[in-house]
């Protein structure tokens, strides 16, 4: 009996020894865009390339059956071989559409194909205030609504982690697949589990609108207003998160050291505007003076592993 009311001091001790560090404000900013449409089902169409129907191809670029027969010296061979040209001919045509329209084999679907969302998510110690300022920055410049500026936002991002490796102190990746009709709702998933960590979004540009917002006033330990300087002192660590929907099969290494962290960061900076669906940039802490402490890291990222 007596250890139970012990363990139990035990339990209250630690919560309300922490009821300080639950007042700070958490402050987050966010980038992102992107689009998860299907490709129009207009069907593919190349430009003409000169030939009638004569010559032995459609307008569109597709072989005319109607010249098969001629193969056979104007009209000889059977039905048959007739038959087994032409189903062998649409069956080339049709691959050639898929793998010329960027389909894999095994999206399946054309106009549904198959997504991969990757995730990398990289903890800094606090000193690394050029990393906020970069994306601070980017906040501020880049279009991610446009294929070029998400692969520069990807890029971007990318690059300023691995000039810092020094500051590296957690880290983890993530991949899941899914079909173009249900992958927004899993990169909304995502985006929504790290973003409801945060007390407040006080920078985001998304769909190229930028909102900014004061941070809540922070209280220390004793319940008073906590100074700028009092939560530099408490602040220890940045987390720094990289989502990006991709058209492309994506594989990245589980993390187990740096070396992991600086290849599955090269890895997907890499992608090609042209693979990039959708992407969001989201970190914490981005107010002046906001803290993130090692309490918060056991708290809200207790799956993330040193490095």
């Given amino acids: 009996m007596l250890k139970s009311f012990v363990a139990v001091g035990l339990v209250l001790t630690l ?11 958490r402050s987050g900013g966010r980038i992102g865009g992107g689009s998860f449409r299907a490709p129009s089902r ?4 190349s430009p003409s390339n000169g030939y009638g129907r004569g010559g032995g191809y459609y307008p569109g670029g597709g072989f005319s059956p109607f010249y098969l027969p001629f193969l056979f010296g104007g009209g000889g061979g059977s039905l048959l071989s007739l038959l087994v040209l032409i189903s062998v001919g649409g069956f080339l045509l049709n691959t050639f559409r898929r793998v010329a329209g960027g389909d894999s084999f095994e999206g399946g679907d054309v106009y549904n194909p198959q997504v991969s969302i990757a995730q990398i998510q990289v903890g800094l110690l606090a000193e690394a205030r050029d990393v906020q300022s970069k994306l ?5 410049t880049v279009n991610a609504d446009t294929a070029s500026g998400r692969m520069y936002l990807l890029q971007e991002t990318s690059l300023e982690l691995l000039r810092h490796p020094e500051y590296w102190t957690y880290a983890k990746t993530g991949i899941q697949q899914a079909k173009l009709d249900r992958a927004e709702a899993v990169f909304n998933q995502l985006s929504l589990n790290e973003r409801g960590k945060f007390t407040t979004e006080t920078l985001s540009k998304v769909n190229n609108q930028l909102r900014q917002a004061g941070a809540n006033a922070t209280l220390n330990s004793t319940g008073e207003l906590a100074t700028v300087e009092q939560e530099q002192e408490r602040a220890e660590y940045i987390i720094v998160t990289l989502l990006v929907a991709a058209t492309r099969q994506l594989e990245l290494p589980q993390i187990n050291g740096e070396s992991d962290l600086r290849q599955a960061l090269q890895m997907l900076g890499s992608l090609d505007a042209s693979a990039i669906v959708a992407i969001e940039a989201i970190w914490t802490p981005q107010a002046n003076g906001d803290a993130l402490t090692t309490d918060d890291i056991l708290a809200y990222y207790p799956d993330l592993k040193l490095v």
Avoid: C, I, P, R
């Fill in 42 to 45: 207009g069907g593919y169409s």
């Fill in 136 to 140: 601070n920055q980017l906040a501020e």
């Fill in 15 to 25: 919560v309300f020894a922490q009821t300080g560090d639950a007042f700070a404000a």
